[in-house]
């Protein structure tokens, strides 16, 4: 079992001893509080470090490209033609394939889940080749089957789903804004180009975050969804993928690693910290006070943010595959992991 820390993943600054009382300081989440214990012989600090390994595997007929969650279900984007394959990971430790939808000679490149349904980016291939946001109902995850498409220019790296809206960044094409709410009749409602090549996004409030692969980190405001509009770019190398979380994003910065961006202000994003990973930085997520990174070949870099200016380097768990694609889910995380197809990593090994 899990000690926790008595201060919840905070950094203890400082600790003094006067009259009788201990009295600390503790820094968590950009902020620094002071607390006074009376009456205490001692404290006792745990460390709360996760400690992840591999604990399942699972191959995929094509390349695991993109991973997402639900519930008891991995839905994977694994190429051509592949298309949709859908785990069961109720047993983490070993996932199995239970459905699987063709995107015959289109490739699968991005997935989002939401309820009773996946939404499938799938590419053609050349750059007149129609590419796609396909509807598949997954209520039945054993069957599942598509029940709306509409077409997308560009092709599709990421997508994410809030509210009737499916937000899909597209190579050299920008942000798309496809309505849902209809799912056998999707839609285009808006769109905004970009100069760069979007590769992933996330959502917060009424903003869209694009790693703009080439074009910086993309601030795009979406308050109206028929009308979206860049309001700040933020220069960077050459970003993969982003995950937003309170003030902060988090961004999967290729060569350059993890770099962390104050959006407190989204229409003035700057840079507070930087870490450097092994390899190629893909993709990112969150736990606690760690950020996890779809590291390439060098697996998963896992990163402590406590303090998000000074971010550091705990560890690399390596991965017999490529990993591209990375998400959190009851303290597991599951990693799309190229031709190794889907791993499955516990957070909390030594626990077990």
Same mark, same amino acid.
């Given at each position: 079992?899990?000690?926790?820390?008595?201060?919840?993943?905070?950094?203890?600054?400082?600790?003094?001893?006067?009259?009788?009382?201990?009295?600390?300081?503790?820094?968590?989440?950009?902020?620094?509080?002071?607390?006074?214990?009376?009456?205490?012989?001692?404290?006792?600090?745990?460390?709360?470090?996760?400690?992840?390994?591999?604990?399942?595997?699972?191959?995929?007929?094509?390349?695991?490209?993109?991973?997402?969650?639900?519930?008891?279900?991995?839905?994977?984007?694994?190429?051509?033609?592949?298309?949709?394959?859908?785990?069961?990971?109720?047993?983490?430790?070993?996932?199995?394939?239970?459905?699987?939808?063709?995107?015959?000679?289109?490739?699968?490149?991005?997935?989002?889940?939401?309820?009773?349904?996946?939404?499938?980016?799938?590419?053609?291939?050349?750059?007149?080749?129609?590419?796609? %946001?396909?509807?598949? #109902?997954? /209520?039945? $995850? +054993? &069957? *599942?089957?598509? =029940? @709306?498409?509409?077409?997308? !220019?560009?092709?599709?790296?990421?997508?994410?789903?809030?509210?009737?809206?499916?937000?899909?960044?597209?190579?050299?094409?920008?942000?798309?804004?496809?309505?849902?709410?209809?799912?056998?009749?999707?839609?285009?409602?808006?769109?905004?180009?970009?100069?760069?090549?979007?590769?992933?996004?996330?959502?917060?409030?009424?903003?869209?975050?694009?790693?703009?692969?080439?074009?910086?980190?993309?601030?795009?405001?979406?308050?109206?969804?028929?009308?979206?509009?860049?309001?700040?770019?933020?220069?960077?190398?050459?970003?993969?993928?982003?995950?937003?979380?309170?003030?902060?994003?988090?961004?999967?910065?290729?060569?350059?690693? %993890?770099?962390?961006? #104050?959006? /407190?202000? $989204? +229409? &003035? *994003?700057?840079? =507070? @910290?930087?870490?450097?990973? !092994?390899?190629?930085?893909?993709?990112?997520?969150?736990?606690?006070?760690?950020?996890?990174?779809?590291?390439?070949?060098?697996?998963?870099?896992?990163?402590?943010?406590?303090?998000?200016?000074?971010?550091?380097?705990?560890?690399?768990?390596?991965?017999?595959?490529?990993?591209?694609?990375?998400?959190?889910?009851?303290?597991?995380?599951?990693?799309?992991?190229?031709?190794?197809?889907?791993?499955?990593?516990?957070?909390?090994?030594?626990?077990?």
């Amino acid at each position: 079992m899990r000690r926790l820390m008595i201060v919840a993943l905070g950094l203890v600054l400082s600790v003094t001893v006067s009259q009788g009382e201990w009295r600390m300081r503790v820094h968590h989440q950009g902020e620094t509080t002071k607390f006074t214990i009376a009456g205490v012989d001692s404290l006792t600090f745990y460390d709360e470090t996760p400690s992840p390994c591999i604990v399942g595997t699972a191959d995929t007929p094509c390349s695991a490209f993109r991973v997402a969650v639900e519930g008891n279900y991995a839905y994977i984007a694994d190429g051509t033609p592949c298309g949709l394959q859908v785990f069961n990971v109720s047993t983490p430790e070993s996932p199995q394939i239970v459905g699987s939808l063709s995107t015959d000679d289109l490739t699968a490149n991005a997935v989002a889940v939401a309820g009773s349904y996946a939404y499938l980016g799938a590419c053609g291939h050349g750059s007149s080749a129609p590419s796609y %946001l396909q509807v598949v #109902d997954v /209520s039945d $995850p +054993t &069957s *599942p089957h598509m =029940v @709306g498409s509409t077409s997308i !220019p560009g092709s599709p790296w990421g997508a994410v789903v809030q509210g009737q809206y499916v937000y899909i960044a597209t190579y050299h094409q920008g942000l798309y804004i496809v309505d849902v709410l209809e799912p056998e009749s999707p839609f285009v409602h808006g769109h905004v180009n970009t100069s760069g090549e979007p590769r992933g996004l996330d959502m917060a409030d009424d903003y869209a975050y694009i790693a703009d692969f080439y074009g910086g980190l993309r601030v795009i405001d979406v308050t109206d969804p028929s009308n979206p509009t860049i309001v700040a770019t933020l220069p960077m190398n050459n970003p993969l993928g982003v995950t937003v979380d309170g003030p902060y994003a988090y961004v999967a910065d290729q060569y350059a690693g %993890l770099a962390i961006v #104050d959006v /407190s202000t $989204p +229409t &003035s *994003p700057h840079i =507070v @910290g930087r870490m450097d990973t !092994p390899d190629q930085a893909w993709e990112v997520a969150l736990y606690g006070a760690y950020a996890f990174v779809a590291d390439g070949y060098s697996g998963v870099s896992m990163i402590n943010v406590s303090d998000p200016n000074n971010p550091w380097l705990v560890g690399v768990i390596d991965t017999p595959g490529r990993a591209y694609s990375i998400v959190e889910s009851n303290e597991h995380l599951f990693i799309a992991d190229g031709a190794a197809g889907l791993q499955v990593l516990s957070l909390w090994c030594d626990d077990e």
